[in-house]
């Protein structure tokens, strides 16, 4: 039953910053995993109307005043759509609270369906997400769902003869919004012309049930943070295969870590493979360990190694172990203004509180901790919040809080992105780098790369920016670059009293950053990633020019001292009278 309090707890303490799932999975003091609290509160949310429509007609929180609507909410989802009910033995009072009512509550389901003219569940699901985005004002286009094929257990083709076999192709993200209510409708396939191995389906397809799933032969990931692997290692093959080690220096959930391992292994050939080619790392030993269970899942423990509790910052770039490094990923933390609302706390439409509801708190005690639930899972203790809050260490994955824009904030971050970006640079073998965020704000992104580029930790390794004609095919394609001013998040347009810009970069230079905006038909939220490369020659001029100027410093300094020793001498010979007669 814990699962239930948790899921509460979560739901109803003030938001302490940080996307949704970021903050359960950060979260402490919790008795269920975080995944099965997150899924719990996702799916809870597709089926909210129906659920508090079923709870008012058959009367539950009047003839269960134990029930708070939240738990109700909670409690009866997982009692009539959760293929394995109630998680909770069959002699706890809150699971009897409900089931004591199955019969009604189940017709009431069934009505509720059959009023909408639905034959199946699936249908019953499509016409409630309908009713959802109807009511929400957002009935345009659906965001998708989007599913990156992992090369290590598996293959693009492998999984449209099994997983996808079903699905019929589309040629377009639109078509992913179907009119029809049935499943085939549902079951539409369109494959990215900018990631390899990349594919989405429409929004409700649900695959955590799933053999290729559970064995992690696929895995679900944003198309824009699969920009930044994919920039890095780009469509390289077995005759010019990445050559030397890997940094994903903030790797935490390890989305971007097991895209990395999944595009080495379509390059390499199985003989020739090395094991241990990935350093990752997150500076929470709480999301390293979901770190090394998601690189497990994806078949990477031989390639990849995880440095739990490890703040990248804090990394020797002359450490031996990394002495054959020749690219780093960077995902700092960064304000999230780019995530789209489906990461957001869903918002639930609650069935009606009982008349005169009043918790009972008599019958047995238990131990409690400081912010444990009461039976009717509202929080007993109003002193110190629950540890749901972000970390603001450079490892965390894009956990910085959201919201109104606070500006020493914003400052502060790109301080800190600038900071592991140098870091990152000055890796003595390193010739890659990409450095991406969730973020549409100019300070995290464009200015962050001119500020780089500025720095002597660049000039003097000869690093640049990957220009667009030298990225990976589908970057090339992607339309959307680099800005020069900041955009308004819903017109895009630039806003003139912005009083940053990025009047250094060039126009060659903006063309080489990437972005992603929220709300267009490319079906993504906000996103920036750039990469830079370290160019021989562009090191060589610098080198040249340090040098000269260098030379020049010192032959200034030698005429300086010729001309004081000069003037010294003229001073004695100013002095000097020569001898009385």
Same mark, same amino acid.
């Given at each position: 039953? &814990?699962?239930?309090?948790?899921?509460?707890?979560?739901?109803?303490?003030?938001?302490?910053?940080?996307?949704?799932?970021?903050?359960?999975?950060?979260?402490?003091?919790?008795?269920?995993?975080?995944?099965?609290?997150?899924?719990?509160?996702?799916?809870?949310?597709?089926?909210?109307?129906?659920?508090?429509?079923?709870?008012?007609?058959? @009367?539950?929180?009047?003839?269960?005043?134990?029930?708070?609507?939240?738990?109700?909410?909670?409690?009866?989802?997982?009692?009539?759509?959760?293929?394995?009910?109630?998680?909770?033995?069959?002699?706890?009072?809150?699971?009897?609270?409900?089931?004591?009512?199955?019969?009604?509550?189940?017709? #009431?389901?069934?009505?509720?369906?059959?009023?909408?003219?639905?034959?199946?569940?699936?249908?019953?699901?499509?016409?409630?997400?309908?009713?959802?985005?109807?009511?929400?004002?957002?009935?345009?286009?659906?965001?998708?769902?989007?599913?990156?094929?992992?090369?290590?257990?598996?293959?693009?083709?492998?999984?449209?003869?099994?997983?996808?076999?079903?699905?019929?192709?589309?040629?377009?993200?639109?078509?992913?919004?179907?009119?029809?209510?049935?499943?085939?409708?549902?079951?539409?396939?369109?494959?990215?012309?900018?990631?390899?191995?990349?594919?989405?389906?429409?929004?409700?397809?649900?695959?955590?049930?799933?053999?290729?799933? *559970?064995?992690? %032969?696929?895995?679900?990931?944003?198309?824009?943070?699969?920009?930044?692997?994919?920039?890095?290692?780009?469509?390289?093959?077995?005759?010019?295969?990445?050559?030397?080690?890997?940094?994903?220096?903030?790797?935490?959930?390890?989305? *971007?870590?097991?895209?990395?391992?999944?595009?080495?292994?379509?390059?390499?050939?199985?003989?020739?493979?090395?094991?241990?080619?990935?350093?990752?790392?997150?500076? &929470?030993?709480?999301?390293?360990?979901?770190?090394?269970?998601?690189?497990?899942?994806?078949?990477?423990?031989?390639? !990849?190694?995880?440095?739990?509790?490890?703040?990248?910052?804090?990394?020797?770039?002359?450490?031996?172990?990394?002495?054959?490094?020749?690219?780093?990923?960077?995902?700092?933390?960064?304000?999230?203004?780019?995530?789209?609302?489906?990461?957001?706390?869903?918002?639930?439409?609650?069935?009606?509180?009982?008349?005169?509801?009043?918790?009972?708190?008599?019958?047995?005690?238990?131990?409690?901790?400081?912010?444990?639930?009461?039976?009717?899972?509202?929080?007993?203790? *109003?002193?110190?919040?629950?540890?749901?809050?972000?970390?603001?260490?450079?490892?965390?994955?894009?956990?910085?809080?959201?919201? %109104?824009?606070?500006?020493?904030?914003?400052?502060?971050?790109?301080?800190?992105?600038?900071?592991?970006?140098?870091?990152?640079?000055?890796?003595?073998?390193?010739?890659? !780098?990409?450095?991406?965020?969730?973020?549409?704000?100019?300070?995290?992104?464009?200015?962050?790369?001119?500020?780089?580029?500025?720095?002597?930790?660049?000039?003097?390794?000869?690093?640049?920016?990957?220009?667009? @004609? =030298?990225?990976? =095919?589908?970057?090339?394609?992607?339309?959307?670059?680099?800005?020069?001013?900041?955009?308004?998040?819903?017109?895009?347009?630039?806003?003139?009293?912005?009083?940053?810009?990025?009047?250094?970069?060039?126009?060659?230079?903006?063309?080489?950053?990437?972005?992603?905006?929220?709300?267009?038909?490319?079906?993504?939220?906000?996103?920036?990633?750039?990469?830079?490369?370290?160019?021989?020659?562009?090191?060589? %001029?610098?080198?040249?020019?340090?040098?000269?100027?260098?030379?020049?410093?010192?032959?200034?300094?030698? =005429?300086?001292?010729?001309?004081?020793?000069?003037?010294?001498?003229?001073? =004695?010979?100013?002095?000097? #009278?020569?001898?009385?007669?």
């Amino acid at each position: 039953m &814990s699962l239930y309090f948790d899921a509460v707890n979560i739901l109803t303490e003030p938001a302490s910053g940080g996307s949704f799932k970021s903050r359960i999975y950060s979260a402490r003091n919790l008795r269920a995993t975080p995944a099965q609290i997150y899924a719990l509160i996702i799916e809870t949310s597709k089926w909210d109307r129906v659920l508090a429509e079923v709870i008012d007609r058959s @009367d539950l929180l009047n003839l269960e005043r134990k029930l708070s609507p939240l738990l109700a909410l909670l409690l009866v989802h997982d009692h009539l759509i959760a293929k394995k009910g109630i998680s909770a033995p069959t002699s706890h009072p809150l699971r009897q609270a409900v089931e004591r009512h199955k019969v009604r509550l189940k017709a #009431e389901f069934t009505k509720s369906r059959v009023r909408r003219g639905c034959a199946s569940i699936e249908q019953f699901k499509t016409a409630v997400l309908r009713e959802k985005r109807e009511a929400d004002g957002s009935d345009g286009f659906v965001y998708p769902r989007w599913v990156r094929v992992n090369n290590i257990r598996s293959s693009l083709e492998e999984q449209l003869k099994t997983t996808f076999a079903s699905y019929r192709r589309v040629e377009s993200l639109a078509e992913l919004a179907p009119e029809g209510d049935d499943r085939t409708a549902r079951q539409l396939l369109y494959l990215d012309p900018h990631i390899p191995d990349l594919v989405a389906v429409p929004y409700g397809a649900d695959f955590t049930s799933s053999t290729a799933y *559970k064995n992690g %032969e696929i895995i679900l990931q944003d198309k824009a943070s699969c920009f930044p692997a994919y920039l890095l290692l780009g469509d390289r093959g077995p005759k010019d295969a990445w050559q030397g080690d890997l940094v994903d220096g903030c790797a935490a959930p390890g989305n *971007k870590t097991t895209h990395l391992a999944s595009l080495l292994a379509k390059q390499q050939t199985h003989h020739k493979r090395q094991k241990k080619q990935v350093f990752c790392m997150d500076a &929470s030993r709480v999301r390293s360990k979901t770190l090394q269970k998601m690189v497990s899942l994806a078949g990477a423990d031989q390639t !990849v190694t995880v440095l739990p509790g490890q703040d990248f910052l804090a990394l020797d770039p002359m450490d031996e172990r990394f002495e054959k490094v020749t690219g780093l990923l960077l995902d700092p933390s960064c304000s999230g203004s780019g995530i789209i609302g489906r990461d957001d706390v869903p918002q639930f439409t609650l069935p009606k509180a009982a008349t005169s509801y009043a918790p009972n708190t008599q019958g047995k005690k238990r131990k409690r901790q400081a912010n444990d639930t009461d039976e009717s899972g509202e929080q007993r203790s *109003k002193g110190k919040a629950s540890d749901v809050k972000p970390s603001s260490d450079p490892a965390d994955e894009n956990d910085i809080p959201t919201g %109104e824009v606070d500006q020493d904030r914003l400052i502060k971050l790109s301080n800190l992105q600038t900071r592991i970006m140098e870091h990152a640079l000055s890796f003595p073998h390193a010739t890659h !780098v990409t450095y991406s965020t969730c973020s549409i704000h100019l300070i995290e992104n464009e200015s962050v790369v001119q500020r780089i580029l500025a720095s002597d930790v660049a000039k003097e390794g000869g690093w640049r920016l990957l220009r667009r @004609d =030298e990225q990976p =095919e589908g970057m090339r394609k992607w339309t959307h670059r680099g800005v020069r001013r900041d955009r308004d998040p819903e017109t895009k347009a630039e806003i003139e009293s912005s009083s940053l810009s990025v009047d250094d970069l060039s126009e060659e230079d903006l063309d080489a950053c990437v972005r992603c905006w929220s709300g267009d038909a490319e079906g993504l939220g906000g996103f920036f990633v750039a990469g830079f490369v370290r160019d021989p020659q562009f090191a060589s %001029e610098v080198t040249e020019t340090k040098s000269k100027a260098k030379h020049a410093v010192v032959q200034d300094k030698q =005429e300086e001292q010729e001309q004081d020793e000069e003037e010294e001498e003229e001073e =004695e010979d100013d002095d000097w #009278e020569g001898f009385s007669d």
